[in-house]
């Protein structure tokens, strides 16, 4: 069983919907989760670290269920700008080689 | 955020031959780490670069064939070996400190072309 699984879409989206994506991490150990995003022949980039009480950023919110052991990320309003691939990236544990990555949810979005 | 930078950005070349890839980062990063990421696919790790001494592989890679060096806390370098063109990929270096709740940060990548 992988450790960070997502389900790799693509999820095509009219601009102004609400899209959301989900990823589920196999260890209960894992203590640090993150979602990354990542451009067309770019490297990853952190969209948002995801808190235990959830975060919101602007459009974006992260969730946290550490009994189902899944985190989600919710786009709302979505623009011509938020295409792209959304990686759900969880880490184990401190001073350790740990983190998993997901392989990633491509979004776009259409005029 | 930690600043790493990564060169070249891109190559092609020649199957049979090496290619040195280098990382520098800034000093909030403590651990390096050496992924490649294939077309349409997901970030795989293939070690963890370890200052002074050698690098800690993961399953699937060999120091032979990606030969790892760290001479010390923020800079590496990874040598892709006797490249074949399944070779082909984007290397990326990245680097985290070692504190709970930290993110990595990436390099801009490195997009190999074996011919």
């Known amino acids: 069983r992988k450790e960070v699984e997502q389900d790799p879409g693509p999820f095509n989206v009219p601009e102004g919907a609400t899209v959301a994506f989900n990823c589920t991490y196999s260890n209960s150990a894992s203590q640090s989760f993150f979602w990354y995003r990542q451009d067309c022949r770019k490297e990853p980039k952190l969209l948002m670290s995801v808190y235990s009480s959830g975060n919101e950023d602007g459009r974006f919110t992260a969730q946290l269920n550490r009994a189902s052991q899944y985190i989600s990320l919710l786009i709302r309003d979505s623009k011509l700008s938020d295409s792209a691939t959304y990686l759900c990236?969880?880490?184990?544990?401190?001073?350790?080689?740990?983190?998993?990555f997901g392989t990633g949810t491509r979004l776009t979005v259409i005029p | 955020s930690a600043v790493i930078s990564q060169k070249p950005s891109r190559d092609i070349c020649q199957r049979g031959t090496s290619l040195t890839i280098q990382c520098q980062v800034d000093s909030q990063v403590t651990m390096m780490f050496w992924y490649r990421q294939q077309p349409g696919q997901s970030l795989t790790l293939i070690a963890t670069?370890?200052?002074?001494?050698?690098?800690?592989?993961e399953s699937g890679f060999v120091i032979d064939k990606f030969p790892i060096s760290r001479p010390n806390l923020t800079f590496s370098t990874l040598t892709v070996s006797n490249m074949s063109p399944e070779d082909s990929s984007i290397y990326l270096c990245s680097g985290s400190s070692r504190l709970v709740g930290t993110e990595a940060f990436f390099g801009q990548g490195t997009r190999l072309t074996v011919v």
């Open positions: 990236v969880v880490r184990l544990q401190t001073g350790a080689n740990n983190l998993f």
């Open positions: 670069a370890n200052q002074g001494s050698e690098a800690t592989y």
